[in-house]
T-cell receptor, first 116, second 110 residues
């Protein structure tokens, strides 16, 4: 079953604790993205990676970190510096921007993070 | 600055009525526009993109550069169309990034 797998589905964090959200894809996509979805605000880009060992900050990167050591994996760490981490987090992937065209992004099921 | 605006948080229509979900964008270059849909308990998925100029599930959307709009339309709504719809803008910045609107919930009543 091809696609993007995010785990866990639900995650709880204590104050001052870092947590890592997993995102794995078997679509052989070079580009991967992390979004945060809040009610009434749509999707906001946290980080993105166009190729292994490279990633860029999105619009709301403060308090988050990522790594891209393997093509199929793009984990997101929500650090204690993120003051309002409670949200729904979506991971996506796509083939790279190609020949002047943005490519459709494929999304995972998401992880809902809550603060205890 | 790149921006996508979906002015309606909620659009409620009766089955069989026409539907128009509005999307306006702000971008100085050559835009690429997408509509994504999220049905209940399903993942976000691509509905259509303007360069394909195709109709998916009866929905169409035309890019109007003069009005900077990309409204999604369907002549006769069905109950299974009830979902959250997001308009997204991709620019020519060679990054593949998309800017999403706030989303519109479409509710089709029987």
């Amino acid at each position: 079953d091809g696609g993007i797998t995010q785990s866990p589905k639900y995650l709880f964090r204590k104050e001052g604790q870092n947590v890592t959200l997993s995102c794995e894809q078997n679509l052989n996509h070079d580009a991967m993205y992390w979004y945060r979805q809040d009610p009434g605000q749509g999707l906001r880009l946290i980080y993105y990676s166009q190729i292994v060992n490279d990633f860029q900050k999105g619009d709301i990167a403060d308090g988050y970190s990522v790594s891209r050591e393997k093509k199929e994996s793009f984990p997101l760490t929500v650090t204690s510096a993120q003051k309002n981490p409670t949200a729904f987090y979506l991971c996506a992937s796509s083939i790279p921007w190609n020949l002047g065209s943005n490519q459709p992004q494929h999304f995972g099921d998401g992880t809902r993070l809550s603060i205890l | 600055a790149q921006r996508v605006t979906q002015p309606e948080k909620l659009l409620s229509v009766f089955k069989g009525a026409p539907v128009e979900l509005k999307c306006n964008y702000s971008y100085s270059g050559s835009p690429e526009l997408f509509w994504y849909v999220q049905y209940s308990r399903q993942r976000l998925q691509l509905l259509l993109r303007h360069i394909s100029r195709e109709s998916i599930k009866g929905f169409t959307a035309d890019l109007n550069k003069g009005e900077t709009s990309f409204h999604l339309k369907k002549p006769f709504a069905q109950e299974e169309d009830s979902a959250m719809y997001y308009c997204a803008l991709g620019g020519s910045s060679n990054t593949g990034k998309l800017i999403f609107g706030q989303g519109t919930t479409l509710q089709v009543k029987p």
